[in-house]
């Protein structure tokens, strides 16, 4: 059973526009989000990050807006850039049930931004 | 700063071959530790996370085992490889949830080692 789901598996967007990237959660116990981004051969690297008693996080390019209601998050990123290209998972965790120090992932969505 | 590295980068072994990747971290103390596996179309998969030396949690029945012989040291092994345990590797760690003041929850990931069984 997929507490974390990322239903699109892959994502193409134009230089300059936006990219949105969505992540659906199950597990109502969740309420720490958090999104990594992975080039091929690496591991993955930290991103931004969302807790539940907020519905929006923006640093710099990147926003993550959190619909607690719908168990709903996306990643926005605007302009995207060709570096952008990479595989970007969303995580959550239970972090008020004590186990904050798991984590779990979606399947991740690869993102291709063209020049 | 802390770092995390693991190694072999890359490794080809034979079905019923023994498995051994290691994990080490530097510049932290008590880290929680993990293994994950990513797998063709599967995403990251929690294989195992301890929270302190000696003490293990596996999430997924499995081939495989793990021991954190010291406390920034944590091993992945198998007696006897299968197919299905190819994969890419990577270890992480996070801050001590206890310390907790100014930890995000987040995870640092190692280079992650690429094993492919024959």
């Known amino acids: 059973d997929q507490q974390v789901k990322q239903n699109s598996p892959s994502l193409s967007v134009q230089e300059g526009r936006i990219s949105i990237l969505n992540c659906d959660y199950t597990?109502?116990?969740?309420?720490?989000f958090l999104w990594y981004k992975k080039y091929p051969a690496e591991g993955p690297t930290f991103l931004i990050s969302?807790?539940?008693?907020?519905d929006k996080n923006e640093d710099g390019r990147f926003t993550v807006f959190l619909n607690k209601s719908a168990k709903h998050l996306s990643l926005h990123i605007v302009p995207s850039q060709p570096g952008d290209s990479a595989v970007y998972f969303c995580a959550a965790s239970a972090r008020s049930g004590g186990s904050n120090y798991k984590l779990t992932f979606g399947k991740g969505t690869l993102l291709t931004v063209n020049p | 700063s802390q770092t995390i590295h693991q190694w072999p980068a890359t490794l080809v072994q034979p079905v019923g071959s023994p498995l051994s990747l290691e994990c080490t971290v530097e510049?932290?103390?008590?880290?929680?530790l993990y293994w994950y596996r990513q797998a063709a179309g599967r995403g990251l998969q929690l294989l195992f996370y301890s929270v302190g030396i000696g003490q293990i949690s596996s999430e997924v029945p499995q081939n495989l085992s793990a021991s954190r012989p010291q406390d920034r040291q944590f091993i992945l092994s198998s007696k006897k490889l299968l197919l299905s345990d190819s994969g890419f590797y990577l270890c992480?760690?996070?801050?001590?949830?206890?310390?907790?003041?100014?930890?995000?929850?987040?995870?640092?990931f190692g280079e992650g080692s690429r094993l492919t069984v024959l």
């Open positions: 969302i807790s539940s008693i907020k």
């Open positions: 992480a760690w996070s801050a001590d949830h206890i310390s907790g003041t100014g930890n995000t929850g987040e995870l640092f």
């Open positions: 510049g932290t103390s008590n880290p929680n």
């Open positions: 597990n109502s116990m969740f309420d720490y």
